[in-house]
Structures are given as structure tokens and as C-alpha cells.
């Protein structure tokens, strides 16, 4: 069983459209969730972390987790083109200095 | 805004060869971390360092590799003996707390 799994993808919707991003993982003593966005050939970039159950919401992009299903998921609302890339889903056990385990990314490509 | 910087941006290597890959994590920051991610792969944890020492490896971290804070500034990654299968994007990290930034990587080939 991988450690963090994501929908593959490519995942393929219309410019305002919303997209959903799925992340299952498999460590029950992860305690922080972070959603990254790579660009083809740059690093990682921050979009959002979420600690707590529930959701999370910062701009266009809402954070969702659900530690009972072992779920985190990550939803783009009004979809424009420059969101397409690559979104990596990564957690870690909650401390200071710990490893990020990433998943495979999901890659979006958000239509004109 | 902070960032952390990465040189050099390329790097071609014959193997057998030692690289040394520097980055600059962020100024205040305490927790430093290489990653590496293989064309088409996922991005994998390498190894952490805090107080002038590593934290924690992972199991690609073997002999052939070393890291080193030898200023105040600059978190180093050396590879011995360099290997075909090292040809990969290679990122530095840093945090103050759990949340980590990632430097622009520095792309090695080894021929």
C-alpha cells in the first residue's frame, strides 16, 4: 500500500469550474497535511496546510480532512488556467523538523 | 518575501564524480531538508538536519552522501561517488516549525 495516494489524474475542467483533488494516506500517526502545487520543472510550492478535522478555507482554495478516513482533499473553486499543474498532496507526523511523505501529484489542466 | 536559493540551477557530472549541491535555507529558520524527485517520480525525502546535525534519513541516504552547515548561512549536500540512478531534481527545504519551502532545485545529470 503506498503511504500517500492520490488520484492520478489528468485531471481535465473548464476555466470558473471547480476542481476536486483527492489524498488518501495510509500512516495513522500523521498529524499535518500539506497541498503543494509543481509547476513542470519547478519545485514544490506552498498552497496549504491543515491540521484539524474539518475544513479549511483560504481564498479560492478550501482544504478538507477527515482523519477517521484517513482522507484529505483539496477543492479550487473558479478554475483558471495558470492553476494547471501538477498538486501534490504531503504529511508529516507533526513535528518540528519531521520528513514530508508526498503522494504521485495530481495533475490539472484547466481549460480556457 | 524569503526564499530559499539553491546553486547551481544545473549540474553535469561523469559518474565516479563527487558533486556538492549548496543551498540557503531561509534566515530565521532552524529546520533544513533535502528532498529529491526523479523525472516522472514523486518527490522523496533524503534527509533532515537541525542543530548542526542530522534528525532524520531516509533509506536513499546512504554512505555515498553527507551534508553540512559549514557557515551560518549555507546547508551543503555531497555525494561521493556519483551513480547513473542520482540523475534527479534535487530540492532544499527549510522550516521554522513543521511547515517547509522549498528551494528552485538544482538538476543533476550524471552521465
Known amino acids: 500500500q503506498k503511504e500517500v495516494e492520490q488520484n492520478s489524474g489528468p485531471l481535465s475542467v473548464p476555466e470558473g469550474a471547480i476542481a476536486s483533488l483527492n489524498c488518501t494516506y495510509s500512516d495513522r500517526g500523521s498529524q499535518s497535511f500539506f497541498w503543494y502545487r509543481q509547476y513542470s520543472g519547478k519545485s514544490p510550492e506552498l498552497i496549504m496546510f491543515?491540521?484539524?478535522?474539518g475544513d479549511k478555507e483560504d481564498g479560492r482554495f478550501t482544504a478538507q480532512l477527515n482523519k477517521a478516513s484517513q482522507y484529505v482533499s483539496l477543492l479550487i473553486r473558479d478554475s483558471q488556467p495558470s492553476d494547471s499543474a501538477t498538486y501534490l498532496c504531503a504529511v508529516n507526523r507533526g513535528t518540528s523538523g519531521s520528513r514530508l511523505t508526498f503522494g504521485e501529484g495530481t495533475q490539472l489542466t484547466v481549460n480556457p | 518575501e524569503p526564499e530559499v536559493t539553491q546553486t547551481p540551477s544545473h549540474q553535469v557530472t561523469q559518474m565516479g564524480q563527487e558533486v556538492i549541491l549548496r543551498c540557503v535555507p531561509i534566515?530565521?529558520?532552524?529546520?533544513f531538508y533535502w528532498y529529491r524527485q526523479i523525472l516522472g517520480q514523486k518527490v522523496e525525502f533524503l534527509v533532515s538536519?537541525?542543530?548542526?546535525?542530522?534528525?532524520?534519513k531516509s533509506e536513499i541516504f546512504d554512505d555515498q552522501f553527507s551534508v553540512e552547515r559549514p557557515d551560518g548561512s549555507n546547508f551543503t549536500l555531497k555525494i561521493r561517488s556519483t551513480k547513473l540512478e542520482d540523475s534527479a531534481m534535487y530540492f532544499c527545504?527549510?522550516?521554522?516549525?513543521?511547515?517547509?519551502?522549498f528551494g528552485p532545485g538544482t538538476r543533476l545529470l550524471v552521465l
Open positions: 534566515s530565521n529558520h532552524l529546520y
Open positions: 527545504a527549510s522550516s521554522s516549525g513543521e511547515t517547509q519551502y
Open positions: 491543515i491540521y484539524s478535522n
Open positions: 538536519f537541525y542543530n548542526n546535525e542530522i534528525s532524520e
